[in-house]
Nanobody, 128 residues
Framework: QSQLAESGGGLVQPGGSLRLSCEAS????????IGWFRQAPGKEREGISC????????YYVDSVKGRFTISRDNAKNMAYLQMNSLKPEDTAVYYC?????????????????????WGKGTLVTVSS
């Protein structure tokens, strides 16, 4: 069964850092664009970053630009989200997702039903 699994969430103080991991099993991740999404309590799920299959394109929404870094290691079938300078408003469940873009140089933060695979999420809480 093909699936994604996130890990690395937890409780961190404002200004701290966390590194989220996304492990793929049953699929070859290098064929897919990867997106990271988050859903805060009472809010809709939002896309925050994506990386194309070839890493030619990396995108961040303004709220995380300069603080978060997305990366992937195709040899390990893994993707990552390094989160620095965390703020209380970053508190959310974080999800990784994958989809097969016809152009491997591109990525997009697509809607829920247009992503091919989703992980179950990992909770990040930023609080003092």
């Amino acid at each position: 069964q093909s699936q994604l699994a996130e890990s690395g969430g937890g409780l961190v103080q404002p200004g701290g850092s966390l590194r989220l991991s996304c492990e793929a099993s049953g699929l070859t991740l290098d064929a897919y664009a990867i997106g990271w999404f988050r859903q805060a309590p009472g809010k809709e799920r939002e896309g925050i970053s994506c990386i194309s299959s070839t890493e030619d394109m990396i995108y961040y929404v303004d709220s995380v630009k300069g603080r978060f870094t997305i990366s992937r290691d195709n040899a390990k079938n893994m993707a990552y989200l390094q989160m620095n300078s965390l703020k209380p408003e970053d508190t959310a469940v974080y999800y990784c997702a994958a989809y097969n873009d016809p152009d491997p140089r591109l990525c997009a933060l697509r809607g829920y039903y247009t992503m091919d695979y989703w992980g179950k999420g990992t909770l990040v809480t930023v609080s003092s």
